[in-house]
């Protein structure tokens, strides 16, 4: 991925449209636009002109406009050639530039160009992706802000402050001659202190952010017959699954994604768990534990009616110690002896709740909202990765590491080598690295025109 030759790709989806885009970015793209197009199109003017086959037979007439470097996405030569959009034509053109001695570009690597050539930092570089997968009006807003640079700024400005105390912290190392006490100097640890606290703001927006991007996975586990189909129906919105009165009806796995005021969450139905279960059931028991071990949350569903059995106990024995859980009493209008509600007691929540009579589902959107950090669609948030959120985590550990050897014992040498971790995690946030490996998976994960 880091070559600099002649790569091309179909810039709009594959299938037939009105229109279609063929991108093409390199160095020195003369000869591909004289054997295309005879010529060399102005600068960033769109010209109307035919595309022509090795033979000189027209394969298309439409657009074409030429963005000489660095003057362009990728910072790079960028011819695009806007075509009728049926893919046999598409396929034609990308053919065509092979020809010319183009190759097939890779996932991402128009991004990667332009990141490689400053054009955009990698986390605007991942903005692009997330702006084109976004599902919500909000989602994509964030994006946006996020690919003009928000967050990087927001980054940039921490990054600044943590380099300025670094090197007033080394440059006394460094130079003790100049009887600079830095140990006992109050504007230090004022600094230090400052930058704690807008780091936190930092990372409280950029959790945000990834909870609008990436969403909360929730499983749905329980009994046979106490209601998870129909909470994942009634979540959904309409019959995603088959509900009916006879145990065991469902056998898989069952994913839906919807939108809790702006935030996607993810709904996987189990199958019901339980011990004289059949081969198959079996095997979607397996499944549903799989699933756990991948969740950011558990929902215990309870049948209300027959109450909370010993079999229920076990199955929450068995989710994982460090996975969050809400256990869900269904069917309270079976009995009718207890309204909607919501109890929390020693880091436990239970809700109380109908899903046939929908009493108490706004108690539990509420509180799926409240585990994930939702706060709502603000005005100003941009858009994260759990990645991120990673960074800034071990950032902030490291400037309190070192602001504790200040305090504890008087270790200059030790704040210095925590201020320079600090500085690494922050810079993994823009790029500011060398990790070819993450560089490849972020970027193989975009669509091939991109």
Not at 98 to 103: D, P, T
Not at 363 to 375: D, N, P, R, V
Not at 421 to 432: C, K
Request: net charge negative.
């Amino acid at each position: 991925m880091f070559q600099s030759d002649i790569i091309v790709a179909q810039a709009t989806p594959p299938g037939k449209g009105g229109v279609g885009i063929v991108r093409v970015s390199g160095d020195n793209l003369q000869h591909i636009a004289n054997a295309i197009l005879t010529k060399l199109p102005s600068p960033r003017v769109a010209e109307y002109l035919p595309f022509l086959s090795a033979d000189k037979e027209t394969i298309d007439i439409g657009l074409a406009i030429y963005f000489p470097s660095p003057h362009s996405f990728t910072g790079e030569d960028v011819l695009e050639l806007h075509g009728h959009g049926g893919q046999v034509l598409m396929d034609l053109l990308v053919n065509r530039v092979l020809e010319c001695g183009a190759r097939l570009a890779n996932p991402g690597e128009f991004s990667f160009r332009a990141f490689q050539n400053d054009k955009i930092d990698l986390a605007q570089a991942e903005a692009i992706s997330d702006l084109i997968n976004s599902t919500t009006e909000a989602a994509a807003k964030s994006a946006m802000r996020s690919l003009k640079g928000e967050f990087s700024r927001k980054v940039q400005a921490l990054l600044e402050e943590l380099i300025y105390i670094r090197v007033y912290v080394e440059s006394s190392i460094d130079f003790p001659e100049e009887e600079i006490d830095f140990l006992a100097d109050e504007i230090l640890l004022t600094r230090i202190d400052g930058l704690l606290i807008k780091m936190e703001e930092v990372f409280h927006q950029a959790k945000q952010g990834a909870v609008l991007n990436e969403g909360m996975s929730v499983v749905i586990l329980g009994q046979p017959n106490a209601g998870k189909s129909s909470l994942l129906n009634c979540l959904a919105g309409h019959d995603a699954a088959i509900v009916t009165d006879i145990e065991g009806t469902t056998r898989d796995v069952l994913k839906e994604s919807i939108h809790i005021d702006g935030m996607p969450l993810h709904i996987i139905d189990t199958a019901g768990l339980r011990d004289n279960a059949d081969v198959v059931e079996t095997e979607g028991i397996r499944r549903a534990w799989n699933e756990v071990e991948k969740a950011d949350h558990v929902l215990l569903l309870i049948d209300d009616s027959k109450g909370f059995s010993d079999k229920d106990e076990q199955i929450l024995k068995n989710i994982p110690a460090n996975l969050s859980y809400t256990i869900i009493h269904n069917k309270i209008d079976v009995k009718g002896d207890r309204d909607e509600s919501i109890v929390r007691k020693d880091n436990r929540t239970e809700i109380y709740l109908s899903i046939k009579n929908r009493a108490g589902i706004e108690l539990l959107t509420t509180h799926l909202k409240q585990i994930a950090g939702f706060e709502g669609e603000a005005d100003g948030l941009f858009m994260a990765r759990r990645r991120h959120l990673n960074a800034l985590e071990r950032a902030k550990a490291a400037i309190e590491t070192g602001h504790k050897q200040i305090m504890e014992n008087r270790a200059g040498e030790l704040l210095s080598e925590d201020l320079r971790v600090a500085q690494s995690a922050l810079n993994e946030i823009t790029g500011e690295f060398d990790n070819e490996d993450l560089l490849g998976e972020i970027f193989s994960s975009f669509c091939i025109g991109k």
